[in-house]
């Protein structure tokens, strides 16, 4: 069982920045792909950016390629999406998803990010 705590949102006008942050109960070495999903009121849950642990490698959704940043840090078991250029579009609750190493899914609670001037 994976628990994960994410922090960070908020309200920001256009074109701030806001940086969240995602903390797992287990050692992220141990997971296969850590990610960020965000989802808009009265629309479908949406792939914002991902991580894969082994190898390193990042995905970006084409709407936040350039404003956007996946990270990690293993010592702490946490990732971190930081956004930039923030555009009212953005604004979504902000979900952070583990897949573990037997293709295992887990969810946070989300953390609401409103971008409005």
């Known amino acids: 069982q994976v628990q994960l705590v994410e922090s960070g949102g908020g309200l920001v006008q256009p074109g701030g920045s806001l940086r969240l942050s995602c903390a797992a109960s287990?050692?992220?070495?141990?997971?296969?792909?850590m990610a960020w999903y965000r989802q808009a009121q009265g629309k479908v849950r949406e792939l914002v950016a991902s991580?894969?642990?082994?190898?390193?490698?990042?995905n970006y959704a084409d709407f936040v390629k350039g404003r956007f940043t996946i990270s990690r840090d293993g010592s702490k078991n946490a990732v971190y999406l930081q956004m930039n250029d923030l555009k009212p579009e953005d604004t979504a609750v902000y979900y952070c998803?583990?897949?573990?190493?037997?293709?295992?899914?887990?969810w946070g609670q989300g953390t609401q990010v409103t971008v409005s001037s």
């Open positions: 998803n583990v897949l573990n190493r037997w293709l295992k899914t887990y």
């Open positions: 287990s050692s992220i070495s141990s997971f296969y792909a």
């Open positions: 991580f894969r642990i082994d190898g390193g490698s990042t």
